[in-house]
C-alpha cells in the first residue's frame, strides 16, 4: 500500500499535507513506523525512490499509534493524535479509516471510531473495509447490516485487500 500512496503523493494526487497514522498492536514509535515505510517502498515501489527529498517528505507524513482494538481509551488517544496532526499541519478534519483486519473485529472497530469521537468531525468520513467481510454470505450481510445502523451507507467503502 505504501507504494502506491507514494506514487499518488509524488504525482500530487493527494493533498501534500497529509497526515496518515498507523495503527497496530506493537510497540513501536514514529521513526520506526516511518522506516518500516521506507523499507517497503525501496523494496516494492516500481517508482524510483532516489528523490530523496520527496521520500523525506513523504516519509514524515507518518505517524503510528498502538491501539488495542476493545479499547475505547486507546482511540481516545488516537483521536488527541489526529486532532494534533491536523492542528499542526492545518488541515480539514477529513478522516479516512481503513480497516484490513480480521471479520471478528471490524464492528468493535467501527463502534469504537463512532463512540470516541473519531467520527465526529466537521470534515468528509470515509470507512474503507477490506475484504474479507465474513466468512460466508450470511456474515457478511449481518456484518453490512450492523454497519448501515451505525453508518450512513455513503460514508462506507467495501474493497477487495490491496494488490
Request: net charge negative.
Amino acid at each position: 500500500m505504501y507504494p502506491a500512496l507514494y506514487k499518488l503523493f509524488s504525482n500530487q494526487n493527494i493533498p501534500q499535507s497529509i497526515s496518515i497514522i498507523g495503527i497496530g498492536r506493537r510497540v513501536m514509535s514514529d521513526v520506526e513506523f516511518q522506516t518500516k515505510v521506507e523499507q517497503s517502498l525501496a523494496t516494492f515501489s516500481r517508482r524510483s525512490t532516489d528523490d530523496e527529498l520527496g521520500v523525506e517528505e513523504f516519509i514524515s507524513t507518518f505517524r503510528y499509534c498502538q491501539l488495542n482494538t476493545a479499547n475505547i481509551e486507546d482511540y481516545q488517544d488516537l483521536l488527541r493524535l489526529v486532532k494534533r496532526r491536523e492542528t499542526e499541519l492545518n488541515i480539514p478534519e477529513n478522516r479516512m479509516f481503513y480497516l484490513s483486519v480480521i471479520p471478528e473485529v471490524f464492528d468493535v472497530i467501527a463502534l469504537n471510531i463512532k463512540e470516541s469521537g473519531l467520527w465526529a468531525t466537521k470534515g468528509l468520513n470515509r470507512l474503507i473495509i477490506e475484504k474479507p467481510f465474513g466468512y460466508h454470505v450470511t456474515s457478511a450481510r449481518e456484518f453490512n447490516r450492523k454497519m448501515i445502523e451505525d453508518f450512513d451507507e455513503t460514508d462506507i467503502c467495501y474493497i477487495n485487500h490491496y494488490l
